[in-house]
């Protein structure tokens, strides 16, 4: 099967934000998406396959989270990444704790901490590289960051 340009597109996107389908699926349940959890799955699948067309919709949301990606890239650029005991890495930014930490087969886990509220954002796939890792865990900073916006958010609105 030949692939089209929007095709291509989509699935250099979403190998350079690092998102499987899963992450993808969640995150558009998050966002307001009113079908099942496995219907999302299916729908990204069919996509990155070939077998369906890349909905316009897709399009913008692959753009908006490469935009994303760029900007926390950016508004990190100097974070620096300290080598801790084990093998493993830790970097503060803000007020948010990440840390990169080797697992088995040269996979890293990530983990983000935002410091004063103890909040743990979801912990992402494992990474299989650790330049994979850092990237990743810029992009899950970027939602950490909304997740504590929109917590304190609701917190005003609710007093």
Known sequence: MELTD????????????????????????TWGDHRTYDAIIRSIQRMLAGDTAVSGEMKVIINMLTYIQHLEEEKNEGLKWTPMPLGSYAAKAGDFMLNLSPQTK??????????????????????????????????????????????????????
Not at 110 to 135: C, F, M
Not at 149 to 155: I, L, M
């Open 6 to 29: 929007d095709l291509s597109y989509f699935n250099t996107q979403c190998n350079e934000l690092g998102l499987t389908p899963g992450e993808l699926a969640s995150r558009l349940k």
């Open 106 to 159: 040269g996979r890293w886990h990530i983990s983000i901490v935002h410091q004063p509220t103890g909040y743990s954002h979801p912990w992402p796939s494992w990474q299989n590289d650790l330049e994979s890792a850092k990237r990743k865990a810029l992009f899950c900073l970027g939602d950490a960051r909304r997740h504590i916006f929109e917590w304190q958010r609701d917190e005003r609105i609710q007093q």
